[in-house]
């Protein structure tokens, strides 16, 4: 249904503007915004009102192990560690239990300010790494569950065939995630067309690292992709782990970021996951390159991989976006303050990040964070403009953190005073999923995701 509504203020491409009409058709789609407008026969939002927040790199069924993997076993715990949990905790997950994780986590990204997520998905097969009779089974779940949740996906299905570089055998805990390169185009092809017609949906996808795919199969998927959608997003994980650019250095002579740099045609449409471990050059050379830098500092901090050279990065332009990636938080306020919070700690100074028109560190990360990952998931979402689609968030100005600020320090705020939710209500696509804080299906929701802990909790 067409709506009008009206913004006692919000923050549009232009800055924070007070009075706006937003008008939005029967698509989702924001036909007309107009500063200084009247509430005659509108809707009326009680609060300002700020693009949603894109979510651009997400494991779904992880939000299940959340907490799972924080008893040390191993003296040198790690990422490598870790992993192994992971790879033990998937063994048993059915497509069902799947869908019902990813609803729940849907939800709570969106009371949080999430309204677009880029779901890195390689749960593909079953527990014996045998195609489904459908075997884009899982991905239909996970749309399945962003459907009822409400919530924007780019979806990006993940190629992995190697446990390694060097085209390493795959291992036993990695079955469930394996194609080759003829098996993955038949992929794509059979989900293309569940994203005909459908503007709250992208197909992209996501060759999952160089330790995963080879050069041959990374441009073959890369030939897959273009054949259905020349310009969809292409995600990779890359240099996340000290291990692994030194991994690299022994295959190829060259670091990962700066392999990509070389090999890969690099520009708008890539998001490089992570990228944590660079040197200047790759650096200025990823930044040069257009493409966005998908960074999780939560997740980062977790894993103890490593601090993003965000300073540098961002001095030579660099763009980036946020993901919760294994959403061991689900927060984008908290990921923004991360960010930030660990330059400061590296750096032993203040205020750190940011830029020479945006002096507020706050702000400046959440604009930032908003255009790259709208760019990263390639769809017309992250601000309030005429042709974007309309997601949004309504912030509670009885928010005691948020009383009597305005304008940029309103998003400083937000992002850096403390841990409550400032979100009240959330539109995407046109269409109110959360009021007053609450989600519409939440109860049935969670209802579901119970049922699916409870029988994989006794399975471990």
């Known amino acids: 249904m067409p709506a009008k509504l009206f913004a006692p203020s919000a923050l549009l491409p232009k800055g924070w503007v007070e009075d706006v009409v937003l008008e939005v058709d029967d698509t989702g789609t924001l036909t007309a915004v107009t500063p200084g407008g009247s509430t005659k026969d509108c809707e009326v939002m009680g609060g300002p009102v700020v693009p949603g927040m894109p979510n651009l790199h997400s494991h779904a069924f992880q939000r299940a192990m959340a907490g799972l993997a924080e008893s040390r ?33 849907y939800v709570e990204m969106l009371k949080a300010g999430y309204t677009a997520v880029g779901e890195f998905h390689y749960l593909h097969h079953d527990p014996k790494g045998k195609k489904y009779a459908t075997p884009a089974e899982n991905a239909h779940r996970v749309m399945a569950a962003a459907d009822r949740a409400g919530i924007g996906m780019t979806l990006l299905p993940v190629f992995y065939a190697h446990s390694d570089f060097g085209g390493k055998p795959a291992t036993a805990g990695q079955r469930r995630f394996l194609h080759d390169a003829e098996s993955f185009g038949a992929l794509l092809q059979a989900l293309a067309p569940a ?21 041959e199969g990374l441009n073959a998927v890369r030939t897959a992709l273009d054949s259905l959608d020349a310009t969809a997003p292409i995600h990779i994980h890359v240099a996340e782990q000290t291990a692994e650019v030194e991994a690299c250095l022994a295959w190829s002579g060259k670091r990962p970021v700066a392999w990509l740099l070389e090999n890969q045609p690099l520009d708008p449409r890539w998001c490089l996951v992570h990228a944590t471990h660079m040197t200047a050059e790759e650096t200025t050379g990823l930044a040069d390159s257009g493409a966005v830098a998908g960074l999780c500092p939560t997740t980062e901090a977790n894993l103890g991989d490593g601090l993003f050279p965000a300073i540098t990065y961002l001095e030579e332009g660099g763009r980036f976006g946020l993901g919760s990636d294994s959403h061991i938080s689900v927060s984008p306020w908290e990921e923004l303050r991360w960010l930030e919070y660990g330059q400061r700690l590296g750096h032993m100074r203040r205020n750190l990040l940011v830029a020479a ?16 990952g709208a760019q990263a998931l390639g769809r017309p979402i992250g601000r309030l403009a005429v042709g974007a689609r309309a997601d949004f968030l309504v912030i509670d100005p009885e928010t005691p953190t948020l009383w009597g600020k305005a304008g940029m320090a309103l998003l400083d705020a937000m992002v ?23 989600h519409e299906k939440e109860e049935a929701i969670f209802a579901d995701y119970k049922a699916a802990m409870g029988a994989l909790m006794a399975q471990m």
Request: net charge positive; hydrophobic share 40%; aromatic share 10%.
């Open 357 to 372: 028109n945006r002096p507020n560190v706050g702000a400046g990360l959440f604009l930032g964070a908003l255009d790259g």
């Open 195 to 215: 994203f005909s017609g459908r503007n709250d949906r992208r197909l992209g996808v996501a060759p999952h690292s160089l330790r995963a795919v080879t050069p």
């Open 416 to 438: 850096f005073a403390g841990n409550e939710n400032p979100v009240r209500d959330v539109m995407v696509g046109g269409r109110w999923v959360v009021r007053e804080r609450r």
């Open 73 to 105: 076993g191993d003296p040198k715990d790690s990422f490598w560690s870790w992993r192994q949990v992971m790879y033990g905790f998937v063994t048993h997950m059915t497509p069902r239990q799947v869908e019902a994780i990813a609803g729940q986590l």
